[in-house]
């Protein structure tokens, strides 16, 4: 760690409930700054110092305000997005005054269709870095301090996409909604949160099934079937079958690995046959999965 190098004093805790910083040399503490940073910093600790605290988020606040900026900019397909320096909140996460900002819209995200949550973790992390040095050197942190947001704009707050949240992401956000994700959703999903997951129906009993998929290239002839529901379909009558299935919008993507509950990961056709979860001539004499996903 960068601070164990400098010889800094560092702390680990997991809640700050009965915990005061020690001071060095009984000198009091003059401003804290937190950079995903986890935990709420109780209004003790900033009465305590000197010039409260500061905060970098990831975003143009109060744009994707909230724990997850960087997944949730990537899941709404933004085109770009900014740094935010703030004053740490007494009551609230990422509601303090904003003292310096990127400028609206922002900046480009490189390769927006193809990006990961690290590479632009990589890119705001030394864009926030570079604000908060600057921020520093301004002083923006001396009283009184300045509001210095887009959103106090009328004209910016006119043109710009409807405000969005970035809470915690959990399990269900890796769930699949096929009746409402479209392909393009699906794999954006897949490429920001990992692999997907669904219930599936077995012969026996209801399994979860991991999923990672794909685009199914060449699928112009393939029967297209209900969306969510897998089903088997080979180029030629001599081909390797694969696992297809249909989204919202008619498009077809291919599960190329299959985790089922209580099995290790497998090719998704042989993971599929080993859990028993395909019947045959269920519709038009193609085998399927005995329901949708879900």
């Keep these: 760690m960068v601070a164990r190098d400098l010889m800094l004093p560092v702390h680990e805790i997991d809640t700050f409930t009965r915990w005061t910083p020690p001071l060095r040399d009984n000198e009091a503490i003059n401003l804290i700054i937190a950079v995903s940073f986890g935990l709420f910093v109780p209004p003790r600790l900033l009465n305590a110092a000197k010039y409260g605290g500061l905060n970098v988020h990831p975003s143009l606040l109060p744009d994707f305000r909230g724990p997850a900026p960087l997944h949730h900019t990537l899941l709404a397909n933004r085109r770009s997005t900014g740094i935010t320096l703030q004053s740490l909140h007494h009551t609230s996460f990422d509601r303090g005054l904003v003292l310096a900002q990127t400028p609206y819209p922002g900046f480009g995200?490189?390769?927006?269709?193809?990006?990961?949550?690290?590479e632009l973790e990589s890119l705001t992390a030394l864009k926030g870095a570079e604000m908060l040095v600057q921020g520093l050197r301004d002083r923006v942190f001396v009283p009184p301090l300045t509001e210095v947001g887009w959103w106090f704009n009328s004209q910016l707050r006119s043109q710009a996409p409807?405000?969005?949240?970035?809470?915690?992401?959990?399990?269900?956000?890796?769930?699949?909604?096929?009746?409402s994700f479209s392909a393009g959703e699906i794999l954006r999903r897949q490429r920001v949160l990992g692999s997907l997951w669904n219930m599936?129906?077995?012969?026996?009993?209801?399994?979860?099934v991991i999923m990672t998929l794909?685009?199914?290239?060449?699928?112009e002839n393939v029967p297209i079937e209900e969306p969510g529901l897998p089903f088997l379909w080979s180029p030629s009558?001599?081909?390797?079958?694969?696992?297809?299935?249909?989204?919202k919008d008619r498009q077809l993507l291919q599960i190329v690995e299959m985790t089922v509950e209580g099995?290790?990961?497998?090719?998704?056709?042989?993971?599929?046959?080993?859990a028993r979860l395909l019947r045959g001539g269920a519709s038009r004499g193609l085998v399927t999965f005995y329901t949708r996903l879900d």
């Design 200 to 208: 599936a129906t077995a012969l026996d009993k209801r399994k979860r």
């Design 237 to 247: 009558d001599l081909g390797t079958p694969y696992l297809v299935v249909g989204t």
């Design 109 to 118: 995200i490189p390769s927006p269709e193809t990006v990961t949550v690290q």
């Design 214 to 219: 794909s685009y199914l290239s060449g699928s």
């Design 162 to 179: 409807e405000i969005q949240h970035a809470p915690k992401i959990t399990p269900k956000d890796r769930c699949i909604d096929w009746s």
């Design 263 to 274: 099995e290790r990961n497998a090719d998704a056709v042989r993971a599929a046959t080993r």
